[in-house]
């Protein structure tokens, strides 16, 4: 019983953090930018590299790329202009979807090149095997506090999803409150033109002396 109460713990922590490890292309005077919703205060890391494609040989100058990460409300949280590698690591201010936007030059003719790129958040985003060095730390002293680190993002995540929660049974109630209204307007105009229709009748009927 308790192996399976682990082992769903585990299981919660995998899905309250974001880790990415990707290899993809990159034409030319193209853009690709990668996103994911982050919530406030959570830590992430990420580096980034263009991969050789002559292995033993210096890489072209066309390989380089410029790599921008921003906030949702557009804060630049790293900038590299025209580089080959490079790294990055902050707490997040704001929760949202933050960008990390890669660029290659326009390049004649049109060369493709690779890009390695690993972005981590939350409990994934710490380096467990430094804490470790630095604190000469056992194994199972490792293992209950990265567990401790899991059950507290968790913790976090589920006041995360409440707040989102809230927010969006306010939002229904909102839709709710303008549906009814704007219904109770449209039967009045409804009403009203059905009533002039009426009433135009009558008077082109008394008109004609028809009535």
């Known amino acids: 019983m308790s192996h399976i109460h682990f082992s769903g713990i585990l299981i919660l922590g995998l899905l309250s953090t974001m880790a990415h490890s ?10 690709k930018c990668i ?13 980034y590299s263009v991969v050789n494609p002559n292995e033993g040989f210096p890489k072209p ?13 557009g804060s630049n949280y790293h900038y590299g202009d025209h580089v080959e590698s490079g790294n990055f690591a902050f707490t997040a201010a704001e929760t949202g979807d933050y960008s990390a ?3 290659v030059s326009d390049h004649k003719p049109s060369t493709t090149v690779t890009i390695d790129f690993d972005w981590k958040t939350g409990v994934a985003a710490k380096d467990w095997s430094k804490v470790a060095k630095k604190g000469q730390i056992e194994t199972m002293e490792i293992e209950l506090t990265k567990l401790y680190d899991t059950v507290s993002s968790i913790h976090d995540e589920m006041f995360f999803l409440r707040e989102r929660e809230e927010e969006m049974q ?9 549906m009814a209204t704007f ?17 135009h009748l009558k008077m082109f009927f008394e008109r004609k002396k028809l009535l």
């Open 101 to 103: 936007c890669f660029w």
């Open 183 to 199: 219904s109770f307007l449209s039967l009045l105009v409804c009403l009203s033109v059905a009533g002039l229709q009426l009433w």
């Open 170 to 178: 306010q939002l229904n109630r909102s839709t709710n409150s303008k």
């Open 22 to 31: 990707m290899r993809f292309d990159l034409q030319s005077g193209a853009t």
């Open 35 to 47: 996103s994911d919703d982050i919530k406030s205060s959570a830590m992430t890391v990420g580096k």
């Open 61 to 73: 100058d066309s390989h380089k790329v410029t790599v921008r990460v921003t906030s949702p409300y």
